[in-house]
């Protein structure tokens, strides 16, 4: 497996909007310690580029009132598929067949952000160095 924990405990430090490409591509910390190693290997993330291709709609929710968006960084996120109920009917019956639709739980805003696209890709950006990162709190 790839990414041996998904996208859980990732972070994003960077989303490029590409309209003239319709790409989307996030440069994220992705976590590929597994718990049963010992520390440090256990905390050790890596680089990686995520592109989405064919963007039919990036959507960011705005952040809660009481999130920690007034201070920049990096974002703590998870993903998970994106629930039926998001995407309104009218707007679901455009997009075509195929179309892979995400969503990208934004701890540190207590929000979410929707993509919908028709590729997604990744690749590793760092040359296999390792990263340390302190742990979201909550």
């Known amino acids: 497996k790839l990414l041996p924990n998904g996208l859980h405990d990732a972070q994003i430090q960077r989303m490029t909007r590409d309209y003239e490409r319709a790409e989307l591509a996030l440069k ?10 010992p520390r440090p290997d256990r905390d050790r993330y890596r680089l990686v580029d995520i592109v989405f291709r064919r963007v039919y709609f990036c959507a960011v929710e705005l952040p809660q009132h009481d999130s920690a968006f007034q201070h920049p960084g990096s974002l703590w996120f998870s993903y998970e598929r994106m629930s039926p109920n998001v995407i309104p009917d009218s707007l679901a019956k455009t997009l075509p067949i195929g179309t892979q639709c995400y969503s990208l739980f934004v701890r540190d805003w207590i929000s979410e952000m929707h993509v919908a696209a028709q590729d997604v890709g990744f690749s590793w950006s760092d040359y296999a160095q390792n990263q340390q990162l302190d742990q979201p709190k909550g």
């Open 28 to 37: 994220v910390m992705v976590l590929v310690g597994l718990p049963n190693q």
